[in-house]
């Protein structure tokens, strides 16, 4: 996944998610890596949230060269220190997002939603950079409807009784939370659903 939307204003966002905005200027737009999309992180100093700008693509490792989208290996020393503590969780708001399928010289982008929420979230980890702070969302195995357009992986898409336990959560019980998300409540289209 290298594209999702999300067609909400910052406003919208806050409502759906109780959380503080800010001054946040969102408007509704795609993301793509290398740009700015709001996220939801956490309060260290107690239970508020804040929408807070951030760039999808958090450095990569030493030797690599590339910032890095969506973080599938859990278990790699890279990663593992950010995903034990809660404060570098994240939740990523979208409406939803884009997978391709199909040959080369003939692929076709499908769009993936949440008919029963209009606003959902990836689960994610955010990293303080130099420049600007960035994030990434995890990735997990698909589903039977997601397998049929992309073989290999979905973002994690968290039910919104579980955003909580992300944010919140020891990794032991946050690990638990990464599982694909019910095909039955997913929508796939040739084009972004309609705000």
Known sequence: MQLYRLDATAAQISSA????????????DYVAPGRPAPVIVPDSRGPRRFLRPRLWGVPPPPRGTRPITSVRNLASPFWIGTLRHPELRCLIPATSYAEWSGPDGARRQHWFSLPGRPIFAFAGIQRQTEDWPSFALLITDPNSLVERYQPNAMPLILHPEDQERWLTADWREASGLV????????AVGDAPPHP
């Open 17 to 28: 998610f109780g959380v503080e905005t800010g001054d946040d200027p969102w408007t509704g």
């Open 179 to 186: 599982a694909p998300y019910p095909g039955h409540l997913m």
